[in-house]
């Protein structure tokens, strides 16, 4: 604790800084898995879940693994779904 003491201010605003991000890094995952799960629920004819999403912030991109995705017409099911023996599907905000 007297470390914390003998550091001076500059030093303890990066300290918190660094707290701060490494905490938003390790939710990051899970906020953009609810924010999926919203975004399927906004679909009136389908129906679907994703189990998980990898965050890769150097590339910029996601992959999310084991997605299904399903039609709630009980005439034509259609079913589109990924996991992970298959490819991840993946998201990049620039093209490489």
Known sequence: MNMLKTLKTPYKIALRIM???????????????????????????????????????????????????????RYNQLSLSANKSSRPLYGMGTNF
């Open 19 to 73: 707290i701060v991000v490494i905490i938003y890094r390790i939710m990051l995952p899970s906020i953009v898995k609810n924010y999926v799960h919203r975004t399927q629920d906004d679909l009136p004819e389908y129906v679907g879940h994703v189990k998980d999403i990898d965050i890769r912030l150097i590339r910029g991109a996601y992959a999310i693994d084991s997605l299904i995705l399903k039609k709630k017409n």
